[in-house]
């Protein structure tokens, strides 16, 4: 048995529970592979050699992994219990920190392929591929409501008058676009993810405040969904189109009170749809009051 064929053995199944002498001996085959990959990840895997090593060096650790010791010890402490693994008498699981260390580190720091991060950690590919979703879940659903929690009305009020002192646009709520992401086209998908760059992408659609810091984001449409459809099918479009988003009341301009009251919105770019909450330049050749418009609104982020 090669190396090669030795780093890709999953290290996650189970006996069949019915089967024949010759698929017996086989299990018990697959099981001793099995033990020969876990002795050698202890003795030669990345997390019980690289890692301790650099652990002692905290300017070392936090350059490599992108996070201090004390940055991943805390988000240990918080996603640890959802990702931690029993130990019975068929297995030694792969630690918390390890499954950690794969997605914080080496997928999401580095963005090592599969493939690698086997290699280096000395666990099955198909190993790979199951940790790292379920650890990067667990890491979205601990953090998530501390980090990026669904903006309130005193949120959305102090994002516009951050709004209207860095970039002087009254009544901002925050700026939409979307990041197309490029990924290998999944199979059997034909033109799902086909974008009009002639790329296979999912799509990234972002609100970010007045400092650039993202409050509101959806991931995973279809690459071949323009902005605006995108914007249609998320939960943060539905809601906004729906009323559901506790906006602030509509507010007197500044210098501009003879107006009247005047909606808050969102500022997007000509790929979006005009609604009431949302807002775009004027497209292609535009009148003076147009043109006016088109150059306050365009220092905006976005």
């Not at 060096?57 to 990702?83: C, H, K, M, N, S």
Request: proline share 6%; hydrophobic share 35%.
């Amino acid at each position: 048995m090669t190396d090669r064929d030795r780093w890709e053995i999953s290290d996650e199944g189970s006996e069949p529970d019915e089967s024949t002498p010759e698929e017996q001996e086989d299990w018990w085959r697959f099981v001793r592979r099995i033990q020969e990959n876990l002795q050698t990840r202890r003795q030669h895997g990345e997390y019980h050699r690289l890692v301790q090593e650099l652990r002692l060096d905290g300017e070392r650790f936090q350059r490599y992994f992108r996070l201090d010791r004390a940055q991943f010890d805390e988000l240990l402490t918080r996603v640890g219990p959802r990702i931690t693994r029993l130990e019975t008498n068929w297995r030694s699981p792969i630690s918390a920190a390890e499954r950690l260390q794969f997605v914080s580190d080496a997928y999401l720091a580095t963005g090592d392929s599969y493939r690698s991060i086997a290699y280096s950690y000395r666990v099955g590919i198909t190993t790979v591929g199951y940790i790292i979703p379920e650890v990067a879940t667990a890491i979205w659903e601990c953090l998530v409501s501390e980090f990026m929690p669904v903006p309130k009305k005193e949120d959305w009020m102090t994002i516009a008058e951050e709004f209207r002192q860095h970039w002087n646009f009254p009544n901002c709520l925050g700026s939409i676009d979307g990041k197309h992401v490029n990924i290998q086209a999944p199979s059997k998908s034909g033109s799902l993810y086909l974008n009009y760059k002639g790329t296979y992408s999912i799509v990234l659609l972002a609100v970010v405040d007045a400092r650039y810091r993202f409050r509101v984001v959806d991931v995973g449409a279809y690459g071949r969904r323009s902005d605006g459809g995108t914007l249609a099918s998320s939960k943060f479009g539905k809601a906004l189109q729906n009323g559901r988003l506790d906006l602030p009341e509509d507010r007197l301009l500044p210098e501009a009170e003879h107006l009247g009251c005047q909606r808050h919105v969102f500022v997007a770019d000509e790929a979006f749809p005009l609604q009431r909450h949302l807002t775009r330049p004027f497209p292609g050749p535009t009148s003076p009051e147009g043109t006016g418009y088109s150059i306050t609104d365009s220092p905006a982020p976005g």
